[in-house]
């Protein structure tokens, strides 16, 4: 009996193994509130740390297991997945994508295979149909490898929202708030009213430079003003640290948004070249962030473009 015990355990383990890469990152689930927990990834650019280095999040109800965002590979998923499990079987009911970005979706392959529908904002087809995302799934197969491999794909959404929704699951009362094209193509939170918490999604980054790519900065910069009044006690930013204290938390991104707004309204106004401009403005503020190197320059050069664009 003992022998086939352990010889049971190896097949689960091995054909646990073939389905799922082994991570060497440490995924780990922590309370933060009541039900809620998350998981914190680690602060980098997207292919370090095996990818690991967006949040996600999880709320244990009655009626089952709501998940915010899927974390960056299929194995990072599955870590997810097993840090749930440590804690409930209980059936994973909805995840909830805060917007597709690729490192919060491509982790979603381990929650489809457990039956959980896939909730996204409007703006999810967008990404999921571009050009763009099939070529970046097909890099981040080179510079991910073997997390992300010929086996990982873009799940799809369930359910589409474009507008703010509120319902509960078991004994919790959950708001999503839709924000539209933001930070992505859509944004959407996830409120967690019975535990104070709210799930951000990249609206918000905390201890690193946030990544603008090809946001709407104005709006991202009107929705932080929106998330700032919500009655939240728990805050969990879509990158770094959560906390108990949602104003410290917001501080980041919030400043520097309104930075570039600022100094890239008086450099397009005043028609200065883009290296000109950014050469003569104070980064002193930001360049101790996380990131900095990596991200301000292409942030700044985006922020020049979007307000020649906005400005025109
Ligand atoms: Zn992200």
């Given at each position: 009996m003992k022998i086939l015990i352990i010889l049971c355990g190896c097949l689960i383990m091995s054909l646990h193994a073939e389905e799922y890469e082994q991570i060497s990152v440490d995924v780990r689930a922590n309370n933060i509130s009541g039900n809620s927990y998350y998981i914190s990834g680690y602060s980098g650019s997207a292919t370090e740390f095996e990818g690991f280095i967006s949040n996600a999040g999880f709320v244990i109800t009655s009626d089952g297991v709501l998940v915010f965002d899927a974390l960056g590979s299929p194995p990072l998923g599955n870590a997810l997945l097993g840090e749930i499990r440590k804690l409930t079987d209980k059936p994973i009911r909805i995840v909830i994508v805060s917007h597709y970005h690729a490192d919060h979706i491509y982790g979603l392959q381990a929650f489809k295979d457990e039956g959980a529908e896939i909730w996204a904002p409007k703006g999810a087809w967008d990404y999921i149909d571009s050009e763009l995302s099939e070529n970046l799934l097909e890099s981040r197969r080179e510079s991910l490898y073997p997390w992300v491999n010929e086996e990982t794909h873009i799940v799809r959404p369930n359910r589409i929202f474009d507008k703010d929704y509120k319902f509960s699951l078991g004994e919790h009362e959950f708001s999503i708030n839709y924000f539209g094209k933001v930070h992505s193509d859509g944004?959407?939170?996830?409120?967690?009213?019975?535990?104070?918490?709210?799930?951000?999604?990249?609206?918000?980054?905390?201890?690193?430079?946030?990544?603008?790519?090809?946001?709407?900065?104005?709006?991202?910069?009107?929705?932080?003003?929106?998330?700032?009044?919500?009655?939240?006690?728990?805050?969990?930013?879509?990158?770094?640290?959560?906390?108990?204290?949602?104003?410290?938390?917001?501080?980041?991104?919030?400043?520097?948004?309104?930075?570039?707004?600022?100094?890239?309204?008086?450099?397009?106004?005043?028609?200065?070249?883009?290296?000109?401009?950014?050469?003569?403005?104070?980064w002193s503020e930001f360049e101790k962030n996380n990131a900095f190197e990596i991200a301000n320059r292409k942030n700044a050069f985006a922020a020049y473009l979007y307000l020649e664009k906005i400005l025109d």
């Open positions: 944004d959407m939170s996830l409120l967690n009213i019975t535990d104070g918490v709210i799930y951000s999604g990249d609206i918000i980054f905390e201890g690193r430079i946030p990544f603008v790519g090809d946001a709407d900065l104005v709006e991202w910069a009107i929705t932080i003003d929106k998330v700032r009044k919500m009655p939240v006690k728990y805050f969990v930013p879509g990158h770094g640290k959560a906390s108990n204290k949602p104003n410290e938390t917001m501080d980041l991104t919030y400043r520097y948004l309104n930075y570039l707004l600022d100094k890239f309204t008086v450099a397009v106004e005043e028609m200065q070249e883009f290296d000109d401009a950014y050469d003569s403005i104070d």
